[in-house]
C-alpha cells in the first residue's frame, strides 16, 4: 500500500523558513515525479512545486519561485521543500503528491490537474503577519 507522510509544518512568522519533508513508502518512488499542492481555505487545491524522477527538473507556482526550493532524496525515498520568505498568503494545507500515472513522468506533467497522484495527509503551513 503508497504511503506518503507529510512533516515539517507549523506556524512561523512572515519572513520565515520552514522545510516540508515527505516520506514515501509502499513502493520505490525514484522512477516517479513527486510535488507539493496546497489548498487554503474555502479554495481550491493549487499546484506548488513538482520535481522530475531524476530530480535534474523542477517546476514551481510563479509566486513561490525564487522563494521554495523542492529537492529529493531517491537513496531515501523523500522529497523535500525548503520555504524561505514566507508569506500570510502561503498558507494552506502543504500535500505531497507522488505521479500515480507511471514511471519517469515529468515535473510539468505531475502539475496537471488530469494526472492521476498518489496523495498523503497534509501538513499545515501557517503565516502569520
Known amino acids: 500500500q503508497v504511503q506518503l507522510v507529510e512533516s515539517g509544518g507549523g506556524l512561523v512568522q512572515a519572513g520565515g523558513s520552514l522545510r516540508l519533508s515527505c516520506a514515501a513508502s509502499g513502493r520505490t518512488f525514484s522512477s516517479y515525479a513527486m510535488g507539493w499542492f496546497r489548498q487554503a481555505p474555502g479554495k481550491e487545491r493549487e499546484f506548488v512545486a513538482a520535481?522530475?524522477?531524476?530530480?535534474?527538473?523542477?517546476h514551481y507556482l510563479d509566486s513561490v519561485m525564487g522563494r521554495f526550493t523542492i529537492s529529493r532524496d531517491n537513496a531515501k525515498d523523500t522529497v523535500n521543500l525548503q520555504m524561505n520568505s514566507l508569506r500570510p498568503e502561503d498558507t494552506a494545507v502543504y500535500y505531497c503528491?507522488?505521479?500515480?500515472?507511471?514511471?519517469?513522468?515529468?515535473?510539468?506533467?505531475?502539475?496537471?490537474?488530469?494526472?492521476?497522484?498518489?496523495w498523503g495527509q497534509g501538513t499545515q503551513v501557517t503565516v502569520s503577519s
Open positions: 520535481i522530475s524522477w531524476s530530480g535534474t527538473k523542477t
Open positions: 503528491a507522488a505521479d500515480a500515472a507511471g514511471p519517469f513522468g515529468t515535473a510539468t506533467s505531475l502539475a496537471q490537474p488530469n494526472v492521476k497522484k498518489y
